[in-house]
């Protein structure tokens, strides 16, 4: 697939989701919400790869937490500026979104702990304050789309799952 038919299937998809989800919510947040949970994956993404060093065998989302050393998010942090435990993966949270009851609080905890995984390293590679972008404008995004309620999860459980997986 090109990259305009990627950009074409993706703002087919957005718009789509969006008339289901949005509800009354404005556009703009809803941009904010989509941007933010894009950027997300990526990074989050990104980070399995590192910590994955393209060996089939390892799927660093199934780790459980309490395996990850001081001594490997040491490194990550130096390497990659910021640190994502495996429970705080996108795969991980989109696995879950629909059943969550607790999806906002605990999108916002995991927004601040990457935002603050780097702080007292003097040379970081993608500064706390750049990522910033994925906690206010995100979070608000997701409580004004869906929140922790039975109705309205399903909303923030749908946007989670279905506009990143445009993005191949």
Not at 60 to 87: C, H, R
Not at 97 to 105: F, I, V
Not at 154 to 160: C, E, V
């Amino acid at each position: 697939m090109t990259s305009s038919q990627q950009r074409a299937a993706l703002q087919s998809q957005i718009w789509k989701i969006a008339n289901d989800v949005r509800g009354a919510v404005d556009g703009w947040d809803f941009k904010q919400y989509v941007l933010g949970t894009l950027f997300y994956r990526f990074i989050s993404e990104n980070f399995a790869s590192y910590i994955e060093g393209g060996d089939d065998g390892i799927n660093y989302a199934k780790l459980n937490d309490s395996v990850i050393t001081t001594d490997i998010k040491d490194d990550a942090i130096k390497t990659k500026g910021y640190f994502i435990y495996p429970s705080q993966l996108f795969a991980t949270i989109a696995d879950s979104a629909n059943t969550n009851e607790s999806l906002n609080t605990d999108l916002a905890a995991i927004f601040a702990a990457i935002e603050s995984s780097a702080n007292g390293y003097p040379h970081k590679l993608i500064p706390a304050d750049r990522l910033v972008c994925l906690s206010p404008q995100t979070v608000i995004a997701y409580s004004l789309v869906g929140n922790a309620y039975d109705y309205n999860r399903p909303r923030s459980a749908k946007l989670s799952t279905e506009v990143p997986a445009t993005i191949k």
